[in-house]
Structures are given as C-alpha cells and as structure tokens.
C-alpha cells in the first residue's frame, strides 16, 4: 500500500510538471496557519487548535501550523490581542467556542464574535442529563415526574459556576419541558469527581454534562445517559435519546471553531475555509476526530454567523430569566 501511494504522488507530481494537471494536484491549500490558542496547553482549545493543525499538514492542505497558547481573561487576552494586532495577523486562526458567546454577553470582555473574522464552525460537543447507574430515574419522564413531586429534593448538578454552561443546558432542558427554569435547583461541582460522588450519594439527582464526558461515565458503567441535546442520536452513543425524542423541543451544542482577525483580505479567508472543507475528507482528520470523540459540525461564513447569532439569543433570553443578564 505504502509504494502504492508513493508511486501514485510521483505520478501526479509528473503530470502536473508537463501540464496535465492544474495546480489542485499539489493539494495545498494554504501555505502556514499560526494558531493562536486563548487557553493553556491540554485544555479543549488547545486539543482542537492542535488536532486541525495535525489533520491539515498531515493531509497536504496545509503546509506548515504553529501554536501559540495566549491564556488570560478567559479567553478575552487573545480576542483583544487578535483585534489589536489585525493587520499583522492574517496568517492567524483563533479557536474558540461557546464561551465566547456567554463571555460577551456577561461582560467578561468587551468583544464579542462580531468583532472577529468568521471563519468556520468545525466540531462539536452535545450536551447531556445523566444520572447514577443504580438511580430509578431511566428517561427524562421519569426525571420530570420526580421534580414534580419534589423540586427540592431533585436538583441537578454540573461542572460550571451557576449561569454557566451545564447549568444553562440544564436550565434550558426543563424549561422546554414546560417547567419553570428559575425553579430548577442547581448544584455547581468544581470537578467531574464531585460531581460524580454527589450523584452516586443521592446529593444531586441528575447530571448536566458534555455528550463526550457523558459517554465515558457511561462506557465505565457509571452512569445512565437519559437524555442528549443533539437533532438525532449519536452514534458514539446510540441508545442514548434525545430531548426530541422524548417530547423536550430543545437542542444545544457546544461548538468549537475558528476565528481570523477583522478586515482579513476575501481570498485568505476563502482559503482557510476551503482547507477546512477538505479535511473533513480526509483519513487524517478522521483519525483526529475519532481519537478525540468529536462530533463534526461545520458551519462556514455565512452559516456560522446565522448559528453564532441563534445561540446568543437562545443563552440571552435564557439568561435574563434566571437573572444573570
């Protein structure tokens, strides 16, 4: 297989040498990309900067990555210094994700996505409700009924600060199922290990979680995945339902993309997208992806702003309810 593909890129490489092929044989799309990461090394921005570099080079639609890791603000230091430093960094791809969305909105920083160059919505984290491997609790429905006889008793727990992200999912979940979400006690756990040991003790009733995170508890045998807030059941996961399915017209998804600095020139930017739009078929960047558990959701330009601006209205509205906003 190996002198198989060897002798294959020295056919092309002739080929394209006397004329015979256009420029698209080579298959580089883009010569380098500096990725500028607003968090440290290991975290979900960085693991998501480095998996695309990886997947583009190793490819050949990318000629080289560099990665940058600029922490500070939460997140806010590189969103300013991109903007900043515009005219001197278009050769620099921003990660970021839904935070940046719940960031601006709370005025952790002053910027918000509109201040950027939207480049590309690549991958994505679906939101799920869990609860303990021996709980009684098996569906939704059965989470619904015992909030009913006992709101108090029947708190849900996440691993963010109250208004943010798992407690927003788990907000977001009951009020589409028709309760009121100010209602709805919440229990903040500063790590999956608290939050573990409070499900297993009965402390919480249920969990708000990553899709991902969800799937590993649920793969050890911890825990019960009763609900996802995906459009239609994931494979990582497929007897695992979603809200939908079970009556809760709600979906959510924590995206992770990328972002250019303002006023980048219309062919870099056709450029970056167009190396995006071609890794997703490729085996390098289905390596990458199934590695990390990612789920693909590629929203570019014109798409993206659409998803960004349905987002921040749906956490907005959501967000004022519960008196964060």
Do not use: C
């Not at 975290?43 to 990318?62: F, I, K, M, Q």
């Not at 045998?221 to 059941?233: C, F, L, N």
């Not at 998804?253 to 990328?258: A, Q």
């Not at 303002?262 to 490729?282: C, F, N, R, S, W």
Request: charged share 20%; no cysteine.
């Amino acid at each position: 297989m190996t002198t198989f593909n060897l002798g294959r890129r020295a056919l092309i490489a002739a080929v394209a040498a006397i004329g015979l092929v256009g420029p698209a044989a080579a298959e580089e799309v883009v010569d380098s990309i500096h990725f500028l990461i607003p968090g440290g090394a290991g975290g979900g921005w960085d693991g998501t900067a480095r998996g695309t570099g990886e997947a583009l080079t190793n490819a050949g639609l990318v000629g080289t990555a560099s990665y940058e890791n600029m922490s500070g603000g939460g997140g806010g230091k590189a969103i300013g210094f991109l903007i900043e430093n515009a005219d001197s960094n278009h050769g620099t791809l921003m990660v970021n994700s839904t935070p940046i969305v719940i960031r601006s909105l709370t005025g952790v920083f002053p910027h918000n996505f509109r201040d950027l160059t939207l480049v590309s919505g690549t991958i994505g984290d679906y939101a799920a409700i869990v609860v303990g491997k021996d709980s009684p609790i098996n569906s939704m429905a059965d989470l619904l009924a015992a909030y009913d006889a006992d709101p108090g008793a029947t708190a849900i727990g996440g691993g963010s600060v109250p208004g943010g992200m798992d407690h927003l999912v788990a907000a977001m979940v009951m009020e589409a199922a028709g309760k009121d979400a100010l209602g709805v006690k919440y229990i903040p756990y500063d790590a999956g290990g608290k939050a573990m040991a409070a499900l297993l003790s009965g402390e919480i009733a249920a969990l708000s979680t990553g899709f991902s995170e969800a799937v590993d508890l649920a793969n050890a045998g911890e825990v019960k995945i009763i609900g996802v807030t995906s459009e239609e059941r994931v494979d990582a996961a497929p007897d695992a339902q979603t809200m939908k399915e079970q009556g809760i017209d709600t979906t959510f998804v924590n995206w992770r993309g990328f972002f250019a600095a303002p006023g980048l020139p219309e062919d870099k930017l056709a450029a970056y997208q167009a190396a995006i739009t071609k890794m997703y078929d490729t085996p390098e960047w289905e390596e990458v992806r199934a590695r990390n558990g990612w789920v693909n959701i590629h929203n570019s330009g014109a798409d993206f702003e659409a998803f960004l601006e349905d987002q921040e209205q749906q956490i907005s509205d959501l967000m004022k309810k519960l008196g964060f906003l």
